[in-house]
T-cell receptor
Framework: AQTVTQSQPEMSVQEAETVTLSCTYD???????LFWYKQPPSRQMILVIR??????QNATENRFSVNFQKAAKSFSLKISDSQLGDTAMYFC???????????FGTGTRLTIIP | SQTIHQWPATLVQPVGSPLSLECTVE??????LYWYRQAAGRGLQLLFY??????ISSEVPQNLSASRPQDRQFILSSKKLLLSDSGFYLC??????????????FGSGTQLSVL
């Protein structure tokens, strides 16, 4: 079974700074997908970014980008020019190829300080 | 556009009472549907998923059950709640087209407190 580990339970950063959230996973599969979801205080889960394992190019979405290291099984999320609205719980998730069920990490609570 | 509705938002129930949480999706056909539970410090745990009417797969043996009586309706139930059933329950859907790595879209969740 796959496991997803987020080793940083909480982080905080000053507004406008850059922050990186860590995620590692364990799998024996070669084809899979990785996701970062954001859960703000409203508790609504929102997809931030998605990465296909077969793509070497790191995914980017505006201020959000990932550093995908397949050999190291690492998938970190970088938030540039952080904003107060980025304050949320961030979950890393893994999805197998051919299987739409996701395995989630335990989350990192990110606080952006004004 | 597609929307997902989940209710109630908050529920307080005594131990031993029944449970029924409902989730409906609009704007799509034959979605895959999911029930997740979020417990403090444990991330999201997949409870049930469904790829079609009447087709339910259980991920974790427990006190809960799920049903899909209509294409876009997913219900989470229990005959007798336990204290350990407390948590934040999230319904989600995906396109179900067979394309890999599909995104999950979540409802707004139900906070269940069993006392």
């Amino acid at each position: 079974a796959q496991t997803v580990t987020q080793s940083q339970p909480e982080m905080s950063v000053q507004e406008a700074e850059t922050v990186t959230l860590s995620c590692t996973y364990d799998t024996s599969e070669s084809n899979y997908y990785l996701f970062w979801y954001k859960q703000p205080p409203s508790r609504q889960m929102i997809l931030v970014i998605r990465q296909e394992a077969y793509k070497q190019q790191n995914a980017t979405e505006n201020r959000f980008s990932v550093n995908f290291q397949k050999a190291a099984k690492s998938f970190s999320l970088k938030i540039s020019d952080s904003q107060l609205g980025d304050t949320a719980m961030y979950f890393c998730a893994f999805g197998n190829f051919g299987n739409e069920k996701l395995t989630f990490g335990t989350g990192t609570r990110l606080t952006i300080i004004p | 556009s597609q929307t997902i509705h989940q209710w109630p938002a908050t529920l307080v129930q005594p131990v031993g009472s029944p449970l029924s949480l409902e989730c409906t999706v609009e704007g799509t056909s034959n979605p895959n549907l999911y029930w997740y539970r979020q417990a403090a410090g444990r991330g999201l745990q997949l409870l049930f998923y469904s790829v079609g009417i009447g087709q339910i797969s259980s991920e974790v043996p427990q006190n809960l059950s799920a049903s899909r009586p209509q294409d876009r309706q997913f219900i989470l139930s229990s005959k007798k709640l336990l204290l350990s059933d407390s948590g934040f329950y999230l319904c989600a859907w995906s396109e179900g087209t067979g394309v890999n790595g599909e995104k999950l879209f979540f409802g707004s969740g139900t906070q269940l407190s069993v006392l």
